[in-house]
């Protein structure tokens, strides 16, 4: 236990109450006792939504910014309040998750302020799956456990569940794919336990338009994000960017703040080396969290390509003008990406008969194949 208060700079509480009280303190002493710098205010902003967020929230930061090191020491934060509480953490591969409670293992063996979280008895379960700390009552679930996504989740208890970067590319490439990891991550309202104080929180990067964070703030899953800049503009950004950033935004004017670092740790230099040598779209997705233009060159052709308009068997227009927006705008069913609709044509030339009519035909093969024909008029 830490006996020295004179870090405080308040003579009337100890440092064990402050640490206890604050987790955006505990985190600062985690630096220290790790020889890192003190925190940016980005990462003292997530420690702060972690400690007073919902029941049920969601954190989306940029590549680099620290947040799964911000969750572990938030992991340890909890059981130092509460020695009982049981924790889950998931993530999309196992490896990844032993790693995460491999991290929250050291930290105790190796800082001397934590000497009382170690434990004491050879009954008590130490490994790198699972471990209890010291003065956990006896229970079937360990103080911390490790589990992949595709894991054994059934069976487990937690008062906390932390799903750290569950989505990744391999399992969120198709609709079947993401709606499979959906139904896997759903399993953590079984396994949660019914406690006032019981939660969830995601930590992740976003992959695609279609990414289930979105579906999981539907379902009041609470996201906060932030990107490594400011962004120019706000569309997709509506009630989720980081409450510290809309007020920058608001005092110093968006033009100003505009595409500007938002974190120390990167400066500008950095974030335009990373920017010239990656993709557009990695950058936009990995460091702005927006997926609108990663989803616009994976699917270049969209609904809003084409006009649609009824034709007449024995005349057409003599020209066609593309239009794509409110005016044009057509109110049939469109399965395609957030936002592209059916469109009719802005302008439309003379009916005029047909000049000519040629019909292509693709006769089936063997299997599945059909039988598909193609009339085309001019």
Not at 188 to 194: A, D, H, R
Not at 261 to 287: A, G, H, K, V
């Amino acid at each position: 236990m830490i006996k020295n208060n004179s870090l405080t700079g308040d003579p009337r509480r100890t440092i064990e109450e402050r640490i206890s009280n604050s987790f955006p303190v505990f985190l600062s002493l985690v630096w220290k006792s790790l020889d890192l710098p003190r925190p940016t205010r980005a990462q003292l902003a997530i420690a702060e939504y972690l400690q007073s967020g919902p029941k049920r929230l969601q954190i989306q930061a940029f590549r680099g910014l620290g947040k799964s090191w911000i969750a572990a020491a938030f992991v340890l934060w909890t059981l130092w309040n509460d020695r009982d509480k049981k924790i889950l953490v998931v993530s999309a591969s196992k490896q990844r998750a032993d790693d995460f409670t491999i991290f929250c293992q050291k930290c105790i063996l190796e800082f001397d302020w934590m000497v009382h979280m170690r434990p004491q008895d050879d009954d008590q379960r130490w490994s790198r799956v699972s471990f209890d700390i010291a003065g956990c009552r006896p229970a079937q679930s360990p103080s911390v456990k490790s589990v992949g996504i595709t894991g054994q989740l059934t069976g487990s208890r937690a008062d906390l569940i932390v799903f750290d970067d569950v989505e990744v590319p391999s399992n969120s490439a198709t609709d079947m794919m993401r709606e499979k990891l959906l139904q896997l991550v759903t399993e953590g309202e079984s396994v949660l336990t019914p406690k006032a104080d019981s939660r969830i929180v995601f930590l992740g990067t976003p992959q695609t338009t279609f990414t289930i964070y979105r579906t999981l703030r539907e379902r009041n899953y609470r996201p906060f994000v932030w990107p490594a800049r400011y962004p120019k503009n706000l569309v997709g950004y509506e009630d989720i960017l980081a409450p510290q950033l809309v007020t920058d935004i608001e005092k110093g004017g968006h033009d100003k703040v505009s595409w500007q670092p938002t974190d120390t740790r990167f400066s500008e230099i950095n974030l335009l080396e990373r920017e010239q040598s990656m993709s557009r779209s990695n950058f936009m997705l990995q460091f702005m969290l927006d997926t609108s233009l990663s989803d616009a060159l994976k699917f270049p052709l969209k609904l809003s390509d084409f006009s649609v308009l009824p034709l007449d068997p024995q005349k057409g227009p003599s020209e066609v003008i593309w239009g794509a927006d409110k005016e044009t705008l057509l109110d049939l069913p469109a399965v395609a990406l957030p936002g592209d609709r059916w469109h009719r044509p802005k302008r439309e030339g003379e009916f005029v008969p047909w000049g000519e009519t040629i019909v292509a035909v693709d006769p089936s093969g063997r299997g599945k194949d059909e039988t598909v024909a193609v009339v085309l008029s001019k």
